[in-house]
């Protein structure tokens, strides 16, 4: 599941000035997104502001709002949120500091006392409801669905509506924050729904861990045959493995005009990514760098370290022989 908005005109809450670092989020409280936030280890005092749309996140960092922001990217049953990673590859020039992923569990909520058999209404959003179409279809077939404009925002509207005939498809924590119950719990249709979110910032790479990942724009140099093959030689090459790749609109031409976003293990302070990322910017149409930044979960970082020891190696046997030229004798 992951929780997305149109744009709005104004955020929710607006930052206090001060010395605390403020890291505003896809809110309102009780987001799948304000979930994610909780398992960062932030510094004593950091506020967490909500807004009402990614969007307003993106906009708040950008402008100097917050510190940084926090949004959903990727789900695994829904594959990338395209509004959000949209938004970085074209419209903000934002870097990418941090990743975090989660497990997902759709709970259906309602007022405190009420019965699921007597509800006629159920708020949520349309991914939410997607993943829960089977058990939708069979447990409350007869039942209207209501979009929201977010998971924690149907919580809300229940709270509020003391009508309870009225649930919502919400995350756990929604229930704590709104005082409701969860008449059914983990109602998906799918074991295994993770969402991975990322946090952002105006300016700063985040340092090397030795577990990071590598977020890239890549521009084609031309629409041709073997365009995408050239540009993934330039990994294969280096054995550096990719953990996501897909095509996206470029939003600047007609239909065919097309870019690749990448998602790389590795951080741009190695030698071999590094070496990657100016040949893919002397080659192709354009670069764009998006972050690198501590990877979640567990990778396969023993193959990159030996190749990259080998690449060294290789580095140094050329640069021997380099150092063999006798450059008197070379013509003016």
């Given at each position: ?18 010395d605390?670092?403020r ?5 309102p ?6 979930q ?6 932030a ?49 903000y ?27 006629t ?11 829960c179409?089977?058990?939708l279809?069979e ?16 919580a809300?509207r ?6 309870a ?47 990071d ?36 609109p470029?939003k ?6 097309y ?74």
């Amino acid at each position: 599941m992951t929780d997305t908005g149109e744009r709005s005109s104004e955020p929710t809450a607006t930052p206090t000035s001060g010395d605390r670092r403020r890291i505003g989020f896809f809110g309102p409280f009780g987001t799948f997104t304000q979930q994610a936030l909780h398992t960062i280890e932030a510094p004593d005092g950091a506020e967490h502001v909500p807004y009402r749309t990614v969007p307003d996140v993106l906009d708040a960092v950008q402008s100097g709002e917050v510190d940084a922001g926090f949004v959903p990217i990727e789900n695994s049953i829904e594959g990338m949120v395209n509004f959000t990673q949209d938004a970085l590859a074209f419209d903000y020039d934002l870097i990418i500091t941090n990743e975090v992923v989660i497990d997902i569990e759709h709970c259906l909520l309602v007022q405190p006392g009420a019965s699921l058999d007597n509800v006629t209404t159920l708020l949520s959003i349309p991914v939410a409801t997607a993943q829960c179409h089977r058990y939708l279809r069979e447990r409350l077939s007869e039942v209207e669905i209501v979009p929201a404009s977010s998971t924690a925002d149907a919580a809300r509207r229940v709270a509020e509506s003391e009508d309870a005939a009225v649930a919502a498809l919400a995350p756990r924590v929604a229930a704590e924050v709104y005082g409701l119950d969860i008449a059914e719990s983990d109602v998906a249709d799918h074991d295994g729904n993770q969402t991975r979110f990322v946090m952002v910032a105006a300016s700063g790479v985040a340092a090397p861990t030795g577990h990071d990942r590598t977020a890239l724009v890549v521009y084609q140099r031309a629409d041709e045959p073997g365009s995408l093959i050239a540009i993934l030689q330039e990994f294969a090459a280096r054995r550096i493995n990719l953990s996501n790749l897909f095509s996206r609109p470029t939003k600047a031409g007609g239909l065919g005009d097309y870019c690749f976003i990448i998602y790389a293990e590795g951080h741009v302070d190695e030698e071999l990514l590094a070496d990657t990322m100016r040949s893919l910017h002397a080659k192709q149409g354009g670069v764009k760098f998006l972050g690198s930044y501590p990877a979640a979960g567990a990778t396969a970082a023993s193959e990159r370290e030996h190749a990259g020891g080998r690449w060294r190696e290789a580095d140094d046997w050329l640069a021997g022989i380099r150092g063999r030229i006798d450059r008197s004798s070379a013509r003016g």
